[in-house]
């Protein structure tokens, strides 16, 4: 089903508000458990969510050097998630080494490792942030590709991109290299802080694996409304 590439993010303040809407919205089997949420409630609401037989996409960005983004990894691996991201400016070395402990953590309790994600670049930045804030002398789509073949090259299982550059990596990376998008946006959605991003319906179409939305549900008057009106939509990509 299209709504299974679906990942609702859990951008809330702790594990109350949390678990409210989780249970607001049953029909939703994949959440983002992000930096905020994490924070304030440590691996208790990964416990509550596989407790309710959800699948977990843990988004920390881990950006560290080599050894502690290593560490970070094989904790987090531990927890039996599906999806963990790792920032790939963290460098090939310290990609090589998440690549390694993810393995490593999940051998230590039995479950099957998590799929190391690569957060190319944040939604959040534009081409002009990119240039003029980041000093990086690269044409935007070019650096994400970059990034994304560096991380592919390591042995990630894919990356993260916003959904106007998903065309470009799955044409270049292959079939098999997932591509997760945030920044996606109904049109009757507020972008907010989003720079570059699609509708659901057009990032599926442009080849991608799993869209993150997060606020046009989760701060949606009526979230099940919400979450039913974007579903509707994706029933008609083909």
Same mark, same amino acid.
Request: some cysteine; aromatic content about 6%.
């Given at each position: 089903?299209?709504?299974?590439?679906?990942?609702?993010?859990?951008?809330?303040?702790?594990?109350?508000?949390?678990?409210?809407?989780?249970?607001?919205?049953?029909?939703?089997?994949?959440?983002?458990?992000?930096?905020?949420?994490?924070?304030?409630?440590?691996?208790?609401?990964?416990?509550?969510?596989?407790?309710?037989?959800?699948?977990?996409?843990?988004?920390?960005?881990?950006?560290?050097?080599?050894?502690?983004?290593?560490?970070?990894?094989?904790?987090?691996?531990?927890?039996?998630?599906?999806?963990?991201?790792?920032?790939?400016?963290?460098?090939?070395?310290?990609?090589?080494?998440?690549?390694?402990?993810?393995?490593?953590? /999940? +051998?230590?309790?039995?479950?099957?490792?998590? =799929?190391? @994600?690569?957060?190319? $670049?944040? &939604?959040?930045?534009?081409?002009?942030?990119?240039?003029?804030?980041?000093?990086?002398?690269?044409?935007?789509?070019?650096?994400?590709?970059?990034?994304?073949?560096?991380?592919?090259?390591?042995?990630?299982?894919?990356?993260?991109?916003?959904?106007?550059?998903?065309?470009?990596?799955?044409?270049?990376?292959?079939?098999?290299?997932?591509?997760?998008?945030?920044?996606?946006?109904?049109?009757?959605?507020?972008?907010?802080?989003?720079?570059?991003?699609?509708?659901?319906?057009?990032?599926?179409?442009?080849?991608?694996?799993?869209?993150?939305?997060?606020?046009?549900?989760? /701060? +949606?008057?009526?979230?099940?409304?919400?979450? =039913?009106? @974007?579903?509707?939509? $994706?029933? &008609?990509?083909?």
């Amino acid at each position: 089903m299209t709504t299974d590439k679906i990942i609702v993010a859990l951008d809330v303040p702790d594990v109350e508000s949390a678990i409210a809407l989780v249970d607001k919205l049953p029909q939703v089997n994949f959440w983002k458990v992000g930096l905020e949420l994490f924070t304030s409630s440590g691996p208790t609401i990964i416990e509550l969510l596989k407790s309710r037989q959800k699948r977990i996409f843990l988004d920390l960005k881990f950006h560290d050097i080599p050894n502690t983004v290593a560490g970070a990894c094989r904790a987090a691996a531990r927890y039996g998630v599906d999806l963990l991201t790792i920032h790939a400016t963290a460098g090939r070395d310290a990609l090589k080494a998440a690549t390694e402990a993810v393995q490593v953590g /999940a +051998a230590q309790t039995g479950v099957e490792p998590p =799929k190391l @994600i690569a957060v190319t $670049l944040l &939604t959040s930045i534009s081409s002009r942030q990119l240039a003029f804030d980041l000093k990086i002398p690269l044409e935007l789509p070019e650096y994400i590709l970059e990034m994304a073949l560096m991380a592919q090259e390591i042995g990630l299982d894919g990356a993260v991109c916003s959904p106007q550059e998903v065309v470009q990596l799955r044409q270049t990376c292959g079939d098999d290299f997932l591509l997760v998008c945030p920044g996606v946006r109904p049109t009757w959605a507020d972008k907010v802080d989003q720079k570059r991003s699609l509708t659901p319906a057009q990032a599926i179409q442009a080849g991608a694996d799993y869209l993150v939305i997060g606020r046009p549900i989760t /701060a +949606a008057a009526e979230p099940d409304l919400a979450w =039913k009106r @974007i579903s509707e939509e $994706l029933t &008609t990509v083909v």
